[in-house]
């Protein structure tokens, strides 16, 4: 029988904290949106639809390259403050490329490292 490849990931619509739950010690990657701050500053000097537009575009790439490490794991668990877990999990929803991952999510405030690691952790022990 082999182990299910078990990944947790703490997002908001700004950073995505990923946590390997394969094994000992835990390992933890990060990936950061390219829609900054100043970049929304920048973009609303311009106009408002012109920052909306460009937000939409990052948001979607963001939500692209967490796809493509996703689509390398059986079971995700998505956990943060802002909708962005649930805005990710409809969009995984509705690509065929992820029927076969089991997705999850669960609200969660702000954690430091070893919160996010031991939420990962309990909720995988818990299937």
Do not use: C
């Amino acid at each position: 029988m082999t182990t299910a490849k078990r990944l947790g990931i703490w997002m908001d619509h700004a950073s995505a904290h990923m946590i390997e739950a394969t094994g000992e010690p835990v390992e933890t990657s990060n990936l950061d949106s390219d829609f900054t701050h100043a970049e929304k500053e920048e973009s609303l000097t311009k106009s408002e639809h012109v920052m909306h537009n460009k937000e939409q575009h990052e948001q979607a790439e963001y939500y692209k390259k967490l796809g493509e490490i996703i689509i390398n794991y059986d079971e995700v668990l998505l956990f943060g403050p802002t909708d962005a877990k649930l805005e990710l999990a409809n969009i995984l929803k509705a690509d065929h490329h992820f029927d076969k991952i089991k997705i999850e999510t669960a609200g969660a405030d702000k954690m430091t490292e070893g919160q996010q690691h031991a939420f990962v952790k309990d909720h995988f022990s818990k299937n």
